[in-house]
């Protein structure tokens, strides 16, 4: 492939809520661009990207899925995300590679907790996003509310280029609001057919085409000045300033359709086209070797840059997926490993469709490919030129907030049940495996209930361990209530030989912001830099451990104010102990709170359950924030801690018979009861 090609590649990814429709217009788009010949469904196990059998046993993603179509002379490389928010970990790592994406909505409900969150993962990184409200044929689907919720609750400036033909059932196609001509699936067709906008719509259609070009004109200079001297946009200067507006993430362009019956997919795709920006179209990608930053242009020739993100340790060897950043990359070539620090050498290039590969015989810049043949890179992995080392910033881990104990049931199957766990955080670092100090168990920490369901049935059907799983608890922290000042910590040490001498004096306070912040008040050089910076990391040891149950500490803020030195005892070792050990007992000396992962919980149920849902999610110490009404259905949003939610799927289905659904995602840590007691 030729730098000049790299405009013609588009790496994007889909984004939803679960269950708004993600993997159906995937399989739609691979069906529209020739690449299927026949049309997966979800319901009936057929997809191309969930091909996992639990993936398909439960009707929903859990693992992101790559796969290469072309479209109208464009090579592209989608990722199909989870939507479920116990598998957000995916979606990040996804996002943290992609050029562009495409976020669907349900035309019934608008944006839903998991649209907004994978939104704002989007934002973190600054990907350019169009939008595609699916499901128009729904009974009660109505594209200006949805609409509406993207502007309130995402706050871009959503510019609506379709209006629907017909509603509901009656839902038969859109008017282009840019050419000015109606796009119509007549009976069923897969194909649309271009006609005039119908009589009935050509004031309604003329309406909105002078509301869009309004709202373009208020955003881009050069529309502005068109629209000034001729009142009135062409298309060519609208669809050019869409695309600098979605490109600078100024706005976001939204079209409508149904996946389902494959209405509206070829628009989508031009819009992808039209809209969404290729390799050369992003900043250069940034990265840092010997303290200093870099750029790496997307360009073929430029030394080579590629970011893991993604691994999947099958039975006949890792596959390893690479976002090509700048470079080339070629079969047999050898790669430096920035963060191991070792060379690792290139096997095979493979161009990915899901569970089926194309083997190639290189990758450029822009490209996304899976590789065989590397033994150590994990996701976030930089992999390099080894005559021009680069250090990418790799994508964010979120921390596990439940965990389970696990053990094989049978004593000869211990050790593969090690190997197997290890292989699993090998390929989803978002799962941490543990050795409990004091019962000995091993313990899995995940994302939530469905993560360690799915983390554990793999190890079951994958490997052939029947495991014994324990009751699923939640991973607590502790945090400082109200500190101490003036905490005087002496460590002295003498057994022979040289001693360790080190004296501290702590000040401890809350910190709102979270996390952890150290900082030196010291004056006249009574402790030298360098056993400031000891201080600091013995303090760092001593968050891991907080003295109400052990549990990680966190929100609080410590100054060194004080200290002395021995003129031949004192040392890095005997500061990094008096940090520690001073910070430990300072922390005894406080008043610690325990706290706990709550969640915001949204549930949809008839109208008649709601009294006993909301008596429900009171006696699991939920807060009601919000209740709506759609479709004819209550939705109640409440906040509640996460450990009370265990189980509630089924109470709540034995409740609504059958009828209710909720969706939960965190939204972090609150002070847990005095009484709580700590499994």
Same mark, same amino acid.
């Given at each position: 492939m030729r730098s000049t090609s790299l405009t013609t590649v588009r790496n994007l990814g889909i984004l939803a809520h679960v269950d708004a429709g993600k993997t159906t217009v995937t399989e739609r788009i691979l069906y529209a661009t020739g690449t299927t010949y026949k049309r997966g469904e979800v319901h009936d196990g057929t997809t191309v990207t969930d091909f996992d059998p639990q993936e398909r046993d439960r009707g929903i993603t859990i693992f992101a899925a790559a796969v290469s179509c072309s479209w109208d002379g464009h090579r592209i490389n989608l990722i199909d995300t989870p939507g479920h928010v116990d598998f957000a970990d995916e979606v990040e790592r996804s996002l943290r590679v992609l050029d562009g994406a495409?976020?669907?909505?349900?035309?019934?409900? /608008?944006?839903? &907790?998991? @649209?907004? @969150?994978?939104?704002?993962?989007?934002?973190?990184? +600054?990907?350019?996003?169009?939008?595609?409200?699916?499901?128009?044929?729904? #009974? /009660?689907?109505?594209?200006? #509310?949805?609409? #509406? @919720?993207?502007?309130?609750?995402?706050? &871009?400036?959503?510019?609506?280029?379709?209006?629907p033909i017909g509603a509901e059932d009656g839902f038969t196609g859109v008017v282009d609001l840019l050419r000015m001509r109606a796009l119509v699936w007549a009976d069923g067709a897969q194909t649309p057919e271009e006609r005039p906008v119908p009589d009935a719509l050509r004031a309604e259609a003329a309406r909105r085409r002078r509301a869009l070009e309004e709202a373009v004109a208020e955003r881009h200079p050069a529309a502005l000045e068109e629209f000034c001297d001729r009142e009135t946009l062409t298309a060519g200067t609208l669809a050019a300033a869409l695309r600098d507006l979605t490109r600078a993430g100024d706005a976001v362009v939204v079209l409508c359709g149904s996946a389902y019956r494959n209405w509206g997919i070829e628009p989508l795709l031009d819009a992808v086209v039209a809209y969404l920006p290729s390799p050369v179209d992003v900043p250069p990608v940034r990265g840092t070797h010997g303290g200093t930053e870099q750029e790496r242009a997307a360009d073929p020739a430029a030394p080579l840059?590629?970011?893991?993100?993604?691994?999947?340790?099958?039975?006949? +060897?890792?596959?390893?997926?690479?976002?090509?950043? @700048?470079?080339?990359?070629?079969?047999?070539?050898?790669?430096?490993?920035? /963060?191991?620090?070792?060379?690792?050498?290139?096997?095979?290039?493979?161009?990915?469709?899901?569970?089926r590969h194309d083997p190639l015989e290189r990758a450029v810049a822009g490209d996304i490919v899976a590789v065989i043949g590397l033994k150590s890179a994990r996701a976030g992995s930089t992999l390099c030129a080894p005559g021009a080392p680069l250090v990418l910033e790799p994508p964010g881990v979120a921390e596990p907030v439940v965990h389970v104990a696990v053990e094989a049931r049978r004593s000869a199957d211990t050790d593969r049940l090690a190997s197997a766990l290890a292989r699993l955080t090998e390929e989803d670092p978002s799962l941490a495996v543990r050795s409990d100090p004091e019962t000995g168990q091993t313990v899995l920490s995940g994302m939530g209930e469905l993560h360690l369901e799915v983390a554990v049935e793999r190890v079951r059907r994958e490997h052939g361990i029947e495991v014994a799983v324990g009751r699923p608890g939640v991973a607590y922290r502790e945090t400082v209530g109200e500190g101490v000042a003036g905490f005087v910590f002496r460590h002295v040490k003498q057994d022979g030989g040289a001693g360790q001498f080190a004296h501290v004096v702590l000040d401890v306070e809350p910190w709102d912001e979270g996390g952890f912040v150290f900082r030196s008040a010291v004056v006249g050089g009574r402790v030298p830099q360098e056993f400031v910076r000891a201080v600091e990391a013995g303090c760092r040891d001593a968050l891991a451990e907080g003295p109400l149950g052990g549990h990680p500490v966190t929100g609080l803020r410590v100054t060194l104010t004080d200290g002395q030195t021995h003129v031949k005892d004192s040392s890095d070792t005997a500061f990094r102990t008096a940090g520690r050990l001073g910070l430990r007992d300072a922390l005894r000396a406080s008043a610690m709170v325990l706290l706990e992962p709550v969640v915001e919980v949204t549930v949809t149920v008839p109208e008649d359950a709601v009294g006993g849902v909301l008596g429900d999610l009171a006696a699991r110490r939920g807060r009601v924030t919000g209740s709506d009404t759609r479709a004819g259905a209550a939705v109640v949003t409440a906040t509640v801690p996460l450990v009370e939610l265990f189980g509630y799927a089924t109470r709540l289905r034995s409740r609504t018979q059958g009828r209710g659904t909720f969706t939960a995602r965190p939204t972090g840590y609150a002070p847990a009861p005095a009484v709580t007691q700590v499994p």
């Open positions: 495409v976020a669907v909505f349900d035309a019934v409900a /608008g944006v839903e &907790p998991q @649209s907004e @969150s994978v939104w704002r993962q989007a934002d973190r990184y +600054g990907v350019p996003r169009i939008a595609f409200v699916n499901k128009m044929d729904r #009974a /009660g689907a109505d594209l200006d #509310a949805a609409v #509406a @919720s993207i502007r309130e609750r995402l706050h &871009p400036a959503p510019l609506v280029v379709h209006l840059a590629a970011l893991a993100f993604k691994v999947n340790a099958t039975p006949t +060897g890792r596959l390893t997926y690479l976002r090509v950043y @700048s470079g080339t990359i070629e079969k047999g070539d050898t790669v430096w490993d920035a /963060g191991t620090r070792r060379t690792e050498r290139i096997g095979r290039i493979l161009r990915v469709r899901a569970d």
